[in-house]
């Protein structure tokens, strides 16, 4: 597989789980109506469900890595495909409160099979979504850089509303979500090679530290283009910004729902392996809590 294919990979997946989550919400929240009294707990079972199903379902119409989204979503206009992703992703923020992009961007490593490097190696592949983390790392930090000292207050009308932010922290969130994004599928994809034995726990718990470092190094690649000052401030932001990403990604890879979705999507996958459909009905039940 190819970087290039590993994106579509990733991105369709993405993308079908998105979908799939804002086409089931609703109905999941009308089959847990009778089973909870408390408003709470009834959106909470609502979300799982519906966020299992969307995992499983896209897992099955999309036969990982293979197909696209467009495939996945027929019958649906590009214009309609890119609502239903929208929606999606607001329904799956309000339900977990996360960045929707890291959820299942953790789903889509599962998915999709990463050749794994041997021994202590690497592949082109890795190397190259570590360019891109990169990339994305060195932007986050010039922006950052930029508007460093500067802050909104009031939004855009010049209303002061008592709240001060940097001006930075707008400008930097998108390149933020897309980092963690990012580095949330390849821990993902790791995660999934130990299961299928394709590496070892301890070969993958060094290859996740290799990258977490490569991604995060104190100087960027240019380092020699930029200002001493630069480099300082480089330095300093890194190691928080290291701190902020690695705790979202695995506040995320490491929940107790994201473990027990990844177990069933497991068995999905094996069963579609086997070319055996799994049952439909098991994929609405709610998770234990």
Known sequence: MSFESMEVARRDAADGILAKFGEAIERAEQGVAN???DPGMKKLMAARMALEYAVLATA??????TE?????????TVIQQAAMIKDGAAALGRAYRVE???LVNVFAGRMADIEMPKGLGSTPEIDKM???CRGLMTAIVKDEYANRGRFDGGGSSGRMDGFISLKSEGIVAPAKTELAARLSFMES???AAVGKGAISQVNAEMLKERIESQVFQPRPPQSLQFSKEFNAFFEQRGKGIRIESMKEVRGITQSL????????????????GRHERPDVQRTHKPLER
């Open 35 to 37: 089973k909870a009294t």
């Open 60 to 65: 099955r119409e999309k036969n990982m890595p």
């Open 68 to 76: 696209i989204v467009a495939n996945a979503l027929k019958g649906a």
């Open 100 to 102: 929707p992009e890291i």
């Open 130 to 132: 570590v360019d891109t």
């Open 189 to 191: 994809s790791i995660d």
């Open 257 to 272: 729902t994201v473990q027990q979705i990844s177990e069933k999507l497991n068995s999905v996958m094996a069963a579609s």
